[in-house]
Antibody
């Protein structure tokens, strides 16, 4: 069955960097567009990044101001998110999420990982 | 950006009752590109409805979605104990994809 397992979260100081990973299994990873969605503690969901199935197209939320870089390694079935210049408002659970349609973007999410918590604090 | 407003913020109901959750968009959502998710504490969201009214795989038929344009509804026909959770709508008609603020369905 589909599994998405995030890792890499933790406590980081303001201005620091972090690299999150999402290990995918149970489906042909290279066929599906993928996303990162975050949720601040006690708050709602916020989409932050998208990558096409072949890695050729990427989009980011305006709110992240160029500080995020999404990437994927289809040979290792892994999705990544590099977050630079971390701010307190980046504190959230970060989820990787899969789209439902092969090689066709739909921008809704049929499977989500359990998330990894990022806390930005001095 | 399309802003989604969910109401009510909290819905207090008893098991067996009917729940109606509203999601209103600041601009038209084209092609019924509206999804609903359920989230329980400490868990990831789960897809319930896509295309405004299509149930995702494995979702019980007590969950139904309706609406078009800028006005959408999620209905749970008879609440089961496991349905008490937070529900989010999401539009994918226009980039960026956006979510509503959520409706909490709690036990009365």
């Amino acid at each position: 069955q589909v599994q998405l397992v995030e890792s890499g979260g933790g406590v980081v100081q303001p201005g620091g960097s972090l690299r999150l990973s999402c290990a995918a299994s149970g489906f042909t990873f290279s066929y599906y567009d993928m996303h990162w969605v975050r949720q601040a503690p006690g708050k709602g969901l916020e989409w932050v990044a998208y990558i096409r199935y072949d890695g050729t197209t990427k989009y980011y939320a305006d709110s992240v101001n160029g500080r995020l870089t999404i990437s994927r390694d289809n040979s290792k079935n892994t999705l990544s998110l590099q977050i630079d210049s971390l701010r307190a408002e980046d504190s959230a659970v970060y989820y990787c999420a899969k789209e439902p349609l092969e090689r066709l973007y739909s921008w809704y999410f049929d499977f989500w990982g359990q998330g990894t918590l990022v806390t930005v604090s001095s | 950006e399309i802003v989604l407003t969910q109401s009510p913020g909290t819905l207090s109901l008893s098991p067996g009752e009917r729940a109606s959750l509203s999601c209103r968009a600041s601009h038209l959502v084209n092609n019924y590109y509206l999804a609903w998710y359920q989230q329980k504490p400490g868990q990831a969201p789960r897809l319930l409805i896509y295309g405004a009214s299509s149930r995702a795989t494995g979702i019980p038929d007590r969950f139904s979605g309706s609406g078009s344009g800028a006005d959408f509804t999620l209905t749970i026909s008879r609440l089961e104990p496991e349905d008490f959770a937070v529900y989010y709508c999401q539009q994918y008609s226009r980039s960026p994809a956006t979510f509503g603020g959520g409706t909490k369905v709690e036990i009365k």
